[in-house]
Structures are given as structure tokens and as C-alpha cells.
């Protein structure tokens, strides 16, 4: 038998690896059916018929869960406070809170208003300077002492007290 020149082969070998490597996807949603049908869009249908068939249910177990939540609201307090004292205390100021209600629209119905009686805004002292003039005064821890010596007819009176501290309230706040 003649030989023939070349080796012992091992092609097929290396093709079965190299398909190995190049099929690496296994999502077949692209392909079609024996209908013509995508899978895509057959599994939707099937996901979306399981998904109908479980809303009853999943709607039942949350009206189950809202109801379980409106009893632990409506259930009473694990906590309780019982001091007799503070309870007789809030009921004391309760009760003096009313007679003192009662007291004062009893007096202010048994008081008479009258528009004469002066029952101004004003304050009390400016009730009879309406018309005179108010005198000025020095403010003395401004640094202002001769400013208004001409128009004040009383500034020997008050040159005298030099002081910062003026007891009779010599300077305005303004």
C-alpha cells in the first residue's frame, strides 16, 4: 500500500471546538415559530395571561394588608398612663378655665360703653398737648448739647446736667 505524505489530520476536531466558541447566545426571542409567530411575542402572551390570572389574588392580598393596617391602628395602645393626680389636675384647670370664661363675658356684659367717657387710643399724656408745642430736648450722650439752645427756652435748665444718665428721660429714643 503506497503513503501518502502529510499527517494524521485532526480538522474535524478543531472545527467542533471553534463552534463551540462562536455559539455563545442562547436568547431565541428573535426567532420565529413554525407559524411564523416571534417567540418575543409569543412569551409576552403567555407572561401577560399568568400576570391576569394572578391579579385577583394580588388584589386580595392587598385589600388583606390594608385591613390588618386599619386594625393595628384601631387596636388600643400597648402603653397606658395612669397617675390620678395629673387626671385630677387637668380636671381642676378644665373647670377653673371655664369659670374664668364665664367670669370675664359677665363682666364685659355688665360694663357700659360709652363714646364720651374717653376711650381714646391716645396715649395718656398727649391728651392735653393737642395744641402746645412740645418742647425739645438735648440729647447729651449724642454729642448734641448746643444744637437747639436758640429755640429751647429752657436750655439753662438743662445744661446744668451734664450727665450721660438723665433720670427724667431727657432724650427720645428715636
Not at 24 to 51: I, P
Not at 155 to 166: G, N, V
Request: charged share 35%; hydrophobic share 25%.
Amino acid at each position: 500500500e503506497p503513503r501518502l505524505c502529510g499527517g494524521k489530520g485532526g480538522f474535524g476536531s478543531m472545527l467542533r471546538a471553534l463552534g463551540a466558541q462562536i455559539e455563545k447566545t442562547t436568547n431565541r426571542e428573535a426567532c420565529r415559530d413554525l407559524s411564523g409567530r416571534r417567540l418575543r411575542d409569543v412569551n409576552h402572551e403567555k407572561a401577560m395571561a399568568e400576570w391576569v390570572k394572578q391579579q385577583a389574588e394580588r388584589e386580595a392580598e392587598k385589600e388583606q394588608r390594608r385591613l390588618e393596617r386599619l386594625q393595628r391602628k384601631l387596636a388600643e395602645p400597648k402603653h397606658s398612663f395612669t397617675n390620678p393626680d395629673y387626671q385630677q389636675q387637668c380636671h381642676e384647670m378644665a373647670e377653673r378655665l371655664e369659670d374664668s370664661v364665664l367670669k370675664g363675658l359677665q363682666a364685659t356684659s355688665s360694663k357700659l360703653v360709652s363714646p364720651e367717657n374717653g376711650s381714646s387710643r391716645k396715649r395718656p399724656g398727649e391728651a392735653g398737648k393737642n395744641g402746645a408745642k412740645s418742647r425739645k430736648r438735648k440729647c447729651f450722650w449724642l454729642g448734641l448739647e448746643g444744637l437747639d439752645d436758640a429755640d429751647s427756652s429752657d436750655s439753662e435748665d438743662d445744661s446744668e446736667d451734664d450727665s450721660p444718665h438723665t433720670s427724667d428721660g431727657s432724650c427720645p429714643s428715636g
